[in-house]
């Protein structure tokens, strides 16, 4: 029990620092994705979405090496430094030359891609053609970011992380709003992309290195790359099927409607899918607890419990409000036209994104414990409800065919992935965990959807929303001081004092 506390007050600072850069990568997104949906077009626009699929798609190439590398780096670390060299070279090696391979391919057929299986109109091709090319390019440089964040994630600097993320996702928005506002079109922003992620690759390679070297004191051998390498492909093989329930869709409606559709839904969808940002910054950092806890079962029950409560409070009242407010958000955001096509599949996007939340915690309990293949097994069962669904539903529904299908591939795997981590790996009762993390912030979650959705036509302009929000907010932040248990109360309360004292005063 008195672990207890040292470890909630770092896991609150490292949250609080990767909400910071965080929000400052979705603030600039969403100040400046209008002026550059308006710049580049809405059908260019989507050779934009394309690229930032394919360059997720290349990542599929480095064989889970990003999971691979926070939990031996967080172990590594937490014992002397045995083997810490090995693991950062291991992940350099399957990041680096995983995605040489993927690119080599995509620059290849990036003509084949943009023909076939795109079907870009004829305009276009060239365009499209030029932008996978870059793509390819910049996700060599983006698969070596990834490598140095999740080196600075196992170390517990998540401050130098996300400095980096939001350096990278910032600068990368504003660079390519400003090109196509100067005429420099699609092929520019694309030329963008792929020389800034370079330049960033350069500063992230510096940051480790210069954070790693004084860590590896205990030196020797200590990790086989075949150990790294099978702990990387347990997890690889859930990455490929989140790549294919949430970038897949995209390629989906490409292939059968046109690329205006893909901008419709695919705008609302990536302001969504930033909004999972919190919950996975919770889940990276409850990794490496997990696997600094060990097989206390007890304070892995404890840590698990309050993280799935603790999560669902600070993220459900942004999920109501989003789901009673979509239509006049989209509309004051982007246009009449957002307005109205893009409402009701963002809508039951929202509902998707409340079961995905269900799940962020579990992925970082089973796989700090060592048992990555209950995650992999959710994610394949979401991207096969995913690829049956879309298929039948897309004809007959448009995109809103396909947000259905992606609610339902969360909705059906999430219930039966909680019950087979509580039953088998946590030894949690389904009682116990509805008692004390799901009842009370759905309650609140409630409450504020019906205050709020019974008015939500009243938000015809940005104060009368804003000022809807900040009232639904206050109505639910009463109604969760009053849920909390005392144990969360007593810990904000520490660290709010702790923030208090530790404020410079003015002769500071």
């Given at each position: 029990m008195m672990e207890q506390a040292p470890r909630s007050e770092r896991f609150v600072r490292n949250v609080g620092a990767s909400v910071v850069g965080q929000l400052g990568v979705l603030t600039v997104s969403f100040l400046l994705t209008p002026k550059l949906i308006h710049a580049l077009g809405v059908e260019a626009y989507g050779l934009y979405i394309l690229l930032q699929a394919a360059v997720g798609y290349v990542s599929l190439f480095c064989l889970g090496a990003g999971a691979a590398t926070i939990k031996h780096v967080a172990e590594r670390a937490g014992r002397g430094g045995r083997g810490l060299r090995e693991a950062l070279r291991h992940s350099a090696a399957l990041h680096l030359g995983g995605s040489l391979c993927g690119a080599v391919a995509l620059f290849a057929l990036a003509g084949p891609c943009a023909h076939r299986l795109f079907r870009v109109p004829a305009p276009l091709v060239g365009p499209a053609i030029f932008v996978l090319r870059c793509a390819a390019v910049g996700a060599v440089f983006a698969s070596l970011n990834q490598s140095a964040a999740t080196i600075l994630q196992g170390f517990q600097r998540f401050d130098w992380q996300n400095a980096l993320s939001l350096l990278q996702g910032a600068a990368l928005v504003?660079?390519?709003t400003a090109l196509?506002?100067?005429?420099?079109?699609?092929?520019?922003?694309?030329r963008w992309y792929?020389?800034?992620s370079a330049c960033v690759a350069a500063l992230s390679a510096a940051a480790v290195w210069r954070l790693a070297r004084r860590r590896w004191a205990g030196g020797g051998a200590g990790l086989p790359f075949?150990?790294?390498?099978?702990?990387?492909?347990?997890?690889?093989?859930?990455?490929?099927?989140?790549i294919v329930t949430f970038q897949f869709d995209r390629l989906f409606i490409a292939h059968d409607t046109n690329l205006a559709a893909l901008t419709f839904y695919s705008v609302p969808a990536n302001l969504l899918q930033r909004l999972q940002f919190f919950p996975a910054i919770v889940g990276t950092v409850l990794l490496p607890m997990f696997s600094e806890i060990g097989n206390d079962e007890a304070t892995t029950q404890a840590v698990y419990?309050?993280?799935?409560?603790?999560?669902?409070?600070?993220?459900?009242?942004a999920l109501a409000l989003l789901?009673?407010?979509?239509?006049q958000f989209l509309g004051l955001w982007l246009g009449g036209e957002f307005g109205s096509r893009s409402v009701w599949p963002a809508r039951l996007l929202v509902a998707a994104q409340a079961f995905l939340l269900l799940n962020q915690v579990p992925n970082a309990a089973v796989t700090g414990r060592g048992k990555p293949l209950y995650m992999s097994a959710v994610a394949w069962g979401q991207a096969v409800i995913s690829v049956i669904s879309w298929p039948l539903l897309i004809g007959r529904l448009d995109i809103l065919g396909v947000a259905l299908g992606s609610l339902l591939a969360q909705m059906i795997p999430t219930c039966l992935y909680l019950g087979a981590v509580h039953r088998r790996v946590l030894k949690i009762p389904l009682e116990r965990f509805l008692r004390e993390s799901l009842l009370k912030p759905l309650g609140c979650a409630a409450l504020l959807l019906a205050a709020v959705f019974p008015i939500h036509a009243e938000a015809s302009s940005w104060p009368r929303l804003m000022g809807i929000v900040a009232a639904g907010l206050l109505l639910y932040a009463a109604a969760a001081w009053a849920a909390l248990e005392k144990g969360d109360k007593d810990l904000l309360r520490r660290l709010a004092r702790r923030r208090l004292l530790s404020a410079p005063t003015l002769g500071s």
């Open positions: 504003a660079g390519a196509a506002v100067a005429g420099f079109g699609i092929n520019g922003v694309a792929a020389a800034w075949g150990r790294f390498l099978k702990f990387g492909l347990s997890v690889w093989t859930g990455s490929v099927a989140w419990l309050r993280g799935v409560r603790s999560l669902l409070f600070i993220v459900l009242p789901f009673c407010l979509m239509p």
